[in-house]
C-alpha cells in the first residue's frame, strides 16, 4: 500500500492547509518551494480519488436500498 493510500482525507486536508499557509507567510524558500507544490499536487489527487471512491459506495448502497424496497 503506497503512502498516500494510507492517508486519510483528512491527514491529506491538513498537510495542505499547512504547506498553503507557509506559502501564504512566506515561510518557504525556493529551494523547498517545487517539493511543497509537488506534494499539494499528489495530496489533491489523492483527496479527489478518495472522494470519488466514496461517491461510488454511497451510490452503490443507495442502489441496495431502492433495490431492497
Given at each position: 500500500?503506497?503512502?498516500?493510500?494510507?492517508?486519510t482525507?483528512?491527514?491529506?486536508i491538513?498537510?495542505?492547509?499547512?504547506i498553503?499557509?507557509k506559502?501564504e507567510?512566506?515561510?518557504?524558500?525556493?529551494?523547498?518551494?517545487?517539493?511543497k507544490?509537488?506534494?499539494?499536487?499528489?495530496l489533491?489527487?489523492?483527496?479527489k480519488?478518495?472522494?470519488h471512491?466514496?461517491?461510488?459506495?454511497?451510490?452503490?448502497?443507495?442502489?441496495?436500498?431502492?433495490?431492497?424496497?
Amino acid at each position: 500500500m503506497s503512502e498516500m493510500n494510507k492517508l486519510t482525507y483528512k491527514e491529506a486536508i491538513a498537510e495542505i492547509e499547512n504547506i498553503v499557509a507557509k506559502l501564504e507567510n512566506n515561510q518557504l524558500d525556493v529551494d523547498e518551494l517545487s517539493e511543497k507544490v509537488k506534494r499539494v499536487s499528489e495530496l489533491i489527487a489523492c483527496c479527489k480519488d478518495k472522494l470519488h471512491n466514496t461517491e461510488e459506495e454511497v451510490e452503490k448502497i443507495l442502489k441496495a436500498i431502492d433495490t431492497n424496497s
